[in-house]
């Protein structure tokens, strides 16, 4: 039988390699993001891999769009055996700066877009006991300064899948979070925030990273085999995890420290 997997945000960035990785094991793959072209090109480079599929418009603030998508999938695939919850944008700023309309912007794709896309396909999960993997952040576990509302809507994506996992372990559905750090991508396209210069800060902290999407996606693929629930593709994102359990309270001082070099730094800027 053939298997099936549906990837939000895929029409470029970790979604498109996440869309590769299992491609390259023959799977069918229904692709949506709001970005056409950015699709159309996934899909081609989907077939030169060796998988097949579709690609659909969806924007995952409206659950129509993500229920709509999931009866595609059951009309053209007849179900589905894995959903990506990757869809998100990014966005920082210290509180202080950020507008209500930031919050609402930010929690209705990067927590909402997710809760949504688990409701929206459980039907068709439950049917084939398939799998959730849902992409949050190390944003969500550590809480770097300057980007809360992207660190409550990461973390809500944890709890969330620590309570799908929970939940739907009777049912054999399987639930994996990845929590990567910042690698190279094109997030920054959707970036938004108060000031120029922290787009500028993210902008270095991406391109400094040693690892790309694919190696992420790849990472992503051995550890969902293995059946990992939290899944951190970074060496130093495990590192840094380890240690907030160990002694979270040193992290904190360490993330105010950062706080207020930031601050400083902007004032100068």
């Not at 989907?46 to 709509?68: I, M, P």
């Not at 990067?110 to 084939?128: D, I, Q, T």
């Not at 509302?149 to 996992?165: D, H, I, Q, R």
């Not at 094109?186 to 108060?194: E, I, K, M, Q, T």
Request: glycine share 10%; hydrophobic share 45%.
């Amino acid at each position: 039988m053939q298997n099936r997997m549906m990837i939000t945000g895929a029409g470029s960035g970790l979604g498109r390699e996440i869309a590769l990785r299992w491609a390259r094991e023959g799977w069918w793959l229904a692709l949506s993001d709001v970005n056409d072209a950015g699709l159309q090109e996934t899909l081609r480079l989907v077939r030169e891999a060796g998988g097949d599929g579709f690609t659909r418009r969806c924007d995952v603030r409206d659950y129509s769009q993500l229920t709509a998508l999931a009866q595609a999938c059951d009309e053209q695939f007849g179900g589905i055996d894995v959903i990506v919850n990757n869809a998100g944008v990014a966005s920082g700023g210290f509180f202080s700066e950020l507008s209500l309309e930031d919050w609402d912007w930010q929690i209705a794709i990067n927590l909402m877009g997710v809760v949504k896309g688990c409701k929206a396909f459980l039907p068709l999960l439950e049917r084939s006991r398939g799998r959730i993997i849902n992409i949050a952040s190390m944003a969500a576990l550590m809480q770097g300064p300057a980007m809360s509302n992207y660190n409550v809507a990461k973390a809500g994506v944890v709890a969330l899948s620590e309570s799908l996992l929970a939940e739907l372990r009777q049912q054999e559905i399987g639930v994996h979070v990845v929590c990567p750090s910042f690698f190279q991508t094109n997030l920054l396209d959707s970036f938004r925030g108060p000031t120029p210069e922290m787009k500028a800060q993210v902008g270095k902290l991406l391109e400094s990273s040693p690892i790309s999407a694919a190696d992420i996606a790849d990472y992503i693929y051995r550890e969902v085999e293995k059946g990992e629930f939290m899944i951190l593709p970074h060496e130093m994102g495990r590192m840094a995890w380890q240690l907030k359990r160990q002694n979270p309270q040193a992290l904190y001082d360490e993330m105010a420290s950062m706080a207020a070099k930031m601050r400083a730094k902007a004032r100068q800027g």
